[in-house]
């Protein structure tokens, strides 16, 4: 039987991907088990400063749900939404590296993470309403908050994809290339923000995110309150002690 998920480190980055390529890559119930646990560690390990979410293949990164373990009686969700992913708040930066094309939960799984590379063919889309139903794992609350309304409307009430280049124009995705490249990109982004104090890359995630929930005067306070911890941390010192002395900073991640 295959693993669902593959784990692999290099350095500071968790490599994680789903490997279904033989179903298009659609979450069944023990893919979003292994994919929650999978976060749910890296949250905690210390040594893991970014994480890389993939797929196996070139054609998908993901179909989104298995229809036939759905027909079974399986729902790929768990405390954390669909794929362990769409309703949790992860404390450390996320990148997707999408192989291939994403729809319906596995655009969904997509919209979770803070930072999209993406192949040059994949496509996207939410195409519930096709079928009677709506994008309910996060498409209709995330996507909104990613790219344009108008855009991100016509997606939802039409059902129709978006390209990686018309991704990549609106905003959605950070990075289109051939799909040879996609995951060496991800790992050069993800190696450039590990070059950074990982308190302040968490924390800079943390407010820019929240802030978006709060009116002015409410992200000001957050800021500055967020402010005031990390310029007193030993990492702060560090970053100006090291750049007197010409040096590469060692981060402590406090």
């Known amino acids: 039987m295959t693993e669902e998920l593959l784990r692999e480190r290099e350095g500071h980055v968790e490599i994680l991907t789903i490997n279904r390529p033989e179903a298009r890559n659609a979450i069944n119930?023990?893919?979003?088990q292994a994919l929650s646990a999978a976060l749910d560690a890296c949250a905690l390990d210390d040594d893991v400063w970014v994480v890389v979410l993939t797929a196996s293949g070139d054609k998908a990164f993901s179909a989104g749900m298995d229809l036939k373990a759905f027909a079974r009686g399986e729902f790929p969700a768990t405390d954390q939404g669909f794929?362990?992913?769409t309703e949790r708040h992860f404390p450390k930066p996320l990148i997707c590296a999408a192989n291939g094309s994403a729809f319906a939960g596995g655009f969904e799984m997509l919209l979770?993470?803070?930072l999209v590379v993406a192949a040059e063919h994949a496509v996207f889309g939410i195409p519930e309403v096709q079928r009677g139903l709506i994008a309910g794992a996060?498409?209709?609350v995330r996507l909104?908050?990613?790219i344009a309304r108008a855009v991100a409307l016509e997606m939802a009430l039409t059902g129709e994809p978006l390209s990686a280049s018309r991704a990549l124009d609106v905003g959605?995705?950070?990075?289109v290339v051939a799909h040879e490249q996609v995951?060496?990109?991800a790992m050069e982004l993800a190696q450039r923000i590990c070059q950074n104090a990982p308190l302040a890359v968490r924390t800079s995630k943390r407010v820019m995110l929240d802030a978006m929930e709060l009116d002015e005067?409410?992200?000001?306070e957050l800021n500055n309150e967020a402010f005031a911890q990390i310029a007193s941390s030993p990492d702060a010192l560090e970053g100006a002690i090291a750049f007197a002395e010409k040096r590469p900073p060692q981060w402590q991640g406090r």
Do not use: F, K, Q, Y
Request: aromatic share 4%; hydrophobic share 45%.
């Open 29 to 32: 119930l023990a893919t979003a």
């Open 83 to 85: 794929g362990g992913i």
């Open 112 to 114: 979770s993470c803070d």
């Open 138 to 140: 996060g498409g209709l």
């Open 144 to 146: 909104p908050r990613r």
């Open 172 to 175: 959605l995705v950070n990075r």
């Open 183 to 185: 995951l060496a990109t």
């Open 217 to 220: 005067v409410g992200a000001w």
